[in-house]
T-cell receptor, first 115, second 114 residues
Framework: ETGVTQSPTHLIKTRGQQVTLRCSSQ?????VSWYQQALGQGPQFIFQYYREEENGRGNFPPRFSGLQFPNYSSELNVNALELDDSALYLC??????????????FGPGTRLTVL | DQQVKQNSPSLSVQEGRISILNCDYTNSMFDYFLWYKKYPAEGPTFLIS?????DKNEDGRFTVFLNKSAKHLSLHIVPSQPGDSAVYFCAASAGGGATNKLIFGTGTLLAVQP
């Protein structure tokens, strides 16, 4: 059973550019959540995808968008990058089934630096 | 609006002693609470959780206590080991399993001294 993987590990972009981050979910999981962790802060929920549809969104502007594919892998896209977008981006996968809470398993993250 | 708060940025404990990490929350709709541990350059790793219908959950050296009236939870690690040194995040979820959205605290850096 493979865990959650993310690519790339590190990325450097300049202000105004666009970036795509990728996440492969753990086998058997149908949900992917994305979090942004700024330096010295806890992870902040960006959005979640369940069966290819957005299933909840945090307080992030529309230039943060995502996709989930039929194999449950996911992409996070950020347009018009700003300096404050510099952070660790974490992907977490889980199995959403009924009302039972199932733990989220996190990937190692992608470190994005915006210059 | 910080719904989950960890007021101690850091904690230092001697090996073999008890580590107590604290977390406060404001949203009474939270019904599931979790602790994650994070090493540098790795993603958070799930440690232990507790449902709001319970007041204690134990797993080996780790015990989580929930005081709903005080909106407070704590993680006890006993005995503490040097390998426990990491950042510990408290997280909460509302709405059962419907979204699994987690609200995290800012973390507490635990240092266990040999």
């Amino acid at each position: 059973e493979t865990g959650v993987t993310q690519s790339p590990t590190h990325l450097i972009k300049t202000r105004g550019q666009q970036v795509t981050l990728r996440c492969s979910s753990q086998s058997g999981h149908n949900t992917v959540s994305w979090y942004q962790q700024a330096l010295g802060q806890g992870p902040q929920f960006i959005f979640q995808y369940y069966r290819e549809e957005e299933n909840g969104r945090g307080n992030f502007p529309p230039r943060f968008s995502g996709l989930q594919f039929p194999n449950y892998s996911s992409e996070l896209n950020v347009n018009a990058l700003e300096l404050d977008d510099s952070a660790l981006y974490l992907c977490a996968s889980s199995l959403l089934a009924g009302i039972t809470y199932n733990e989220q398993f996190f990937g190692p993250g992608t470190r994005l630096t915006v210059l | 609006d910080q719904q989950v708060k960890q007021n101690s940025p850091s904690l230092s404990v001697q090996e073999g002693r008890i580590s107590i990490l604290n977390c406060d929350y404001t949203n009474s709709m939270f019904d599931y609470f979790l602790w994650y541990k994070k090493y540098p350059a790795e993603g958070p790793t799930f440690l232990i959780s507790i449902s709001s219908i319970k007041d204690k959950n134990e797993d080996g050296r780790f015990t989580v206590f929930l005081n709903k009236s005080a909106k407070h939870l704590s993680l006890h690690i006993v005995p503490s080991q040097p390998g426990d040194s990491a950042v510990y995040f408290c997280a909460a979820s509302a709405g059962g399993g419907a979204t699994n959205k987690l609200i995290f605290g800012t973390g507490t850096l635990l240092a266990v001294q040999p």
